[in-house]
């Protein structure tokens, strides 16, 4: 291989190193954007780190060949770098524009037959709809009071009318949960029917990103249903054996023993699948955090799917 053979290969190394890096790191970055300190350090870091081991990798392969490496292709592969990180960033403050302009228009009573184009309607009327449902939540959720008298406590078991007014409770909270999850899902699913139609290649992004985020909250839906039945299980029998059961102070008293062991049984399959609840709702929090679909959805104010 001649000398300018091997040179023009070294130039097309460098160019194209840096343009690929610039390339991956937007694709990462768009899925990835939830840290402001992250997106500022990373791109120069990985430029110098590049650039440093292509260049040495090629100065060193050129010295075993007896060439000299040119000074103008350092030059050069900085000039790259610069112009790669510039293009990088232009690149996704595009894509983030994008993103703000679609939460004014969710946010906007601009008509969706009068937002162009056709994608970009069906993704602000996923905004508005799932925005409407938490709403709706919220205000019924607001009007909710704490259990009274205490989930789990000895005197939520006192007697058969105490008991219901729980059971009651307890089912009117959890099923405007379920009923809630359901409306996402279903709204969700509407969305996906819809951008399949109209733009397959965004609705197929559009899901990589979500990373099985919906897998997560229908998972949670079905753990607040099994939560539901335990609980109202656990009170059930309580109600049903209430001659063995007595409070004493604040705790219960069992005559019989082996009532006791079946009460804790239930009750300790109930506060365990409440606890599953619990950990599911914040891994939802962390993934929400960090999926761009749903950061539109979080700074509208939304508690999810």
């Keep these: 291989m001649t000398q300018l053979s091997q040179r023009s290969r070294d130039w097309l190394i460098v160019i194209g190193t840096n343009l690929t890096a610039a390339f991956w790191l937007f694709w990462h970055a768009r899925g990835e954007v939830n840290s402001e300190t992250t997106l500022i350090a990373t791109p120069p870091i990985v430029f110098v780190i590049l650039n440093a081991v292509v260049l040495q990798s090629i100065r060193a392969k050129n010295r075993r060949l007896?060439?000299?490496?040119?000074?103008?292709?350092?030059?050069?592969?900085?000039?790259?770098?610069?112009?790669?990180?510039?293009?990088?960033?232009?690149?996704l403050h595009r894509d983030l524009d994008f993103s703000h302009e679609i939460l004014d228009e969710a946010a906007s009573s601009k008509p969706i037959s009068a937002i162009k184009p056709e994608s970009r309607?069906?993704?602000?009327?996923?905004?508005?709809?799932?925005?409407?449902?938490?709403?709706?939540?919220n205000a019924d959720a607001s009007r909710f009071k704490p259990i009274t008298p205490a989930l789990y406590s000895a005197e939520?078991?006192?007697?058969?009318?105490?008991?219901?007014?729980?059971?009651?409770?307890?089912?009117?909270?959890?099923?405007?949960?379920?009923?809630?999850?359901?409306?996402?899902?279903?709204?969700?699913?509407?969305?996906?029917?819809?951008?399949?139609?109209?733009?397959?290649?965004?609705?197929?992004?559009?899901?990589?990103?979500?990373?099985?985020?919906?897998?997560?909250?229908?998972?949670?839906?079905?753990?607040?249903?099994?939560?539901?039945?335990?609980?109202?299980?656990?009170?059930?029998?309580?109600?049903?054996?209430?001659?063995?059961?007595k409070l004493n102070g604040n705790e219960l008293a069992f005559s019989d023993p082996t009532i006791k062991a079946t009460f804790d049984d239930?009750?300790?399959?109930?506060?365990?699948?409440?606890?599953?609840?619990?950990?599911t709702e914040k891994a939802q929090e962390e993934r929400q955090r960090k999926a761009l679909p749903d950061v539109f959805l979080s700074t509208l104010g939304l508690r999810g799917n």
């Design 66 to 91: 007896q060439l000299t490496t040119p000074t103008n292709l350092v030059v050069v592969a900085i000039a790259l770098a610069v112009v790669a990180s510039g293009c990088f960033w232009a690149a």
């Design 121 to 137: 309607a069906i993704l602000v009327q996923l905004l508005r709809t799932r925005l409407q449902n938490s709403r709706e939540y």
């Design 156 to 245: 939520s078991f006192e007697n058969e009318s105490v008991i219901q007014s729980v059971k009651s409770q307890v089912e009117a909270a959890a099923s405007r949960d379920i009923t809630y999850s359901n409306q996402q899902q279903d709204t969700m699913n509407e969305f996906r029917t819809q951008m399949s139609k109209a733009d397959p290649a965004y609705l197929e992004s559009f899901e990589a990103q979500r990373k099985g985020m919906d897998d997560e909250y229908a998972k949670a839906s079905s753990q607040i249903a099994q939560w539901l039945e335990a609980t109202v299980d656990l009170y059930d029998f309580v109600a049903a054996n209430h001659k063995t059961i």
């Design 266 to 279: 239930k009750k300790k399959h109930s506060t365990a699948l409440l606890d599953k609840i619990r950990a």
